[in-house]
């Protein structure tokens, strides 16, 4: 057990729904990245936040966004979704913001299917 | 950019033989290289990480891999390998992104251990 939980393990929607999936970082942790797992893209990196401040953007569509709230808590919205969108989503934390190596812990994943 | 490639997207191997999972990379820069392990229905987990130093690095669950500076490469080795060691691994490679060491993943080797 990592420390990072997720919310909820499975989600299943139609297309052109919103969804909202949910991540808790370790206890002390301030850094939370965001990651996308599909057959065809493999482990993509989308979003890191530090301490509620957005830090780096990888490859995530406009139609996703991501929070990190004073709790440290985050959430990664994904609206109008299409087929493509199906997925697992990974959640990570870290201790420091990255500017140094710190290690990323990984939560369990949330699966994404869109019918 | 960096970019990692995974040569094998699956190994098969008998139990208590060796085994090599490959791993290049790509990077104008200096760079820090991990490997992931992925058991099903589980997030990532770090099974070891090259920083600075020596160049062959040894992890969790007997694994070991050789930075090699001149290929490129980060190959992971196991002299002898147990049924619990079937999984999915990653390499990975992380360079600084805007304040951010952001790991980029190779697609994965699946190792399947068989009796």
């Known amino acids: 057990d990592s420390g990072v939980t997720q919310t909820p393990k499975h989600l299943i929607t139609a297309t052109g729904q919103r969804v909202t999936l949910r991540c808790s970082p370790r206890?002390?942790?301030?850094?939370v990245y965001w990651y996308q797992q599909s057959l065809d893209q493999g482990l993509q990196f989308l979003i890191h936040y530090y301490n509620g401040e957005e830090r780096a953007k990888g490859n995530i569509l406009e139609r996703f966004s991501a929070q990190q709230f004073p709790d440290l808590h985050s959430e990664l919205n994904l609206s109008s979704l299409e087929l493509g969108d199906s997925a697992l989503y990974f959640c990570?934390?870290?201790?420091?913001?990255?500017?140094?190596?710190?290690?990323?812990?990984f939560g369990p994943g949330t699966r994404l299917t869109v019918l | 950019a960096q970019s990692v490639t995974q040569l094998d997207s699956q190994v098969p191997v008998f139990e208590e033989a060796p085994v090599e999972l490959r791993c290049n990379y790509s990077s104008s820069v200096s760079v820090y290289l991990f490997w992931y392990v992925q058991y099903p229905n589980q997030g990532l987990q770090l099974l070891l990480k090259?920083?600075?130093?020596?160049?062959l690095v040894k992890g969790i669950n007997g694994f070991e891999a050789e930075f090699n500076k001149s290929q490129t490469s980060f190959h992971l080795r196991k002299p002898s390998v147990h049924i619990s060691d079937t999984a999915e691994y990653f390499c990975?490679?992380?360079?600084?992104?805007?304040?951010?060491?952001?790991?980029?993943f190779g697609r994965g080797t699946s190792l399947i251990v068989h009796p």
């Open positions: 990975a490679v992380s360079v600084p992104t805007g304040g951010s060491y952001i790991p980029t």
């Open positions: 990570a934390s870290s201790e420091g913001g990255g500017s140094n190596y710190n290690e990323q812990f």
């Open positions: 090259y920083l600075s130093g020596s160049t």
């Open positions: 206890s002390g942790d301030l850094s």
